[in-house]
T-cell receptor
Framework: NAGVTQTPKFQVLKTGQSMTLQCAQD?????MYWYRQDPGMGLRLIYY???????DKGEVPNGYNVSRLNKREFSLRLESAAPSQTSVYFC???????????FGSGTRLTVV | RKEVEQDPGPFNVPEGATVAFNCTYS??????FFWYRQDCRKEPKLLMS???SGNEDGRFTAQLNRASQYISLLIRDSKLSDSATYLC???????????????FGKGTKLTVNP
């Protein structure tokens, strides 16, 4: 009954370092998403994957890359972290149709 | 006009009060609508979907007005546990759209006071 699992929950990076945020869902959902949430900005879509093998840019893709490894897993990579990428990152998944998203518990990332 | 707009609040109400949130959306072709709840430092969670005919779940009632392009959430008999940020969410591409991206409002913060 895990739903959407994100790792890590917290991370501090130095400017220029790289890291990958992991996300996995066990609900057999087709679509997966990465959002970032900043104070006063709401949730903004970074990248999404409508199905296994496809990925598309969202509203704020610069500085990020993604991989849809299989139907369960969708990872987000920061190649060269910048302080502007300090944020809370949420992964979500969804079944096509009228149902809403299921979110992971988030990754709090600080870039110093 | 932004895709989804909400009054940011904050709304401060006493226990037992009735409170209503409104949200407007810009794309008249939007097909799916939701209200999410987000507690402080937690992930958003689906509160309820919003159907054309309106729908109710206990103390919560959601309404959709397609002509005016807004949705509403009414909370009756507010509880302390209702304190949270409420997010209005719209799918602007429609159910048949290939992308199925949901667009989130920035949220309305509600505090219910004893």
């Amino acid at each position: 009954n895990a739903g959407v699992t994100q790792t890590p929950k917290f991370q501090v990076l130095k400017t220029g370092q790289s890291m990958t945020l992991q996300c996995a869902q066990d609900m057999n959902h087709n679509s997966m998403y990465w959002y970032r949430q900043d104070p006063g900005m709401g949730l903004r879509l970074i990248y999404y994957s409508a199905s296994e093998g496809t990925t598309d840019k969202g509203e704020v893709p610069n500085g990020y890359n993604v991989s849809r490894l299989n139907k369960r897993e969708f990872s987000l990579r920061l190649e060269s972290a910048a302080p502007s990428q300090t944020s809370v990152y949420f992964c979500a998944s969804r079944v096509r149709g009228v149902y809403g998203y299921t979110f992971g518990s988030g990754t709090r990332l600080t870039v110093v | 006009r932004k895709e989804v707009e909400q009054d940011p609040g904050p709304f401060n109400v006493p226990e037992g009060a009735t409170v209503a949130f409104n949200c407007t959306y810009s794309n008249s072709a939007s097909q799916s609508f939701f209200w999410y709840r987000q507690d402080c430092r937690k992930e958003p969670k689906l509160l309820m979907s919003v159907y054309s005919s309106g729908n109710e779940d206990g103390r919560f009632t959601a309404q959709l007005n397609r002509a005016s392009q807004y949705i509403s959430l009414l909370i009756r008999d507010s509880k302390l546990s209702d304190s949270a940020t409420y997010l209005c969410v719209v799918n602007p591409d429609g159910i048949q759209g290939g992308s199925e991206k949901l667009v989130f409002g920035k949220g309305t913060k509600l505090t219910v006071n004893p």
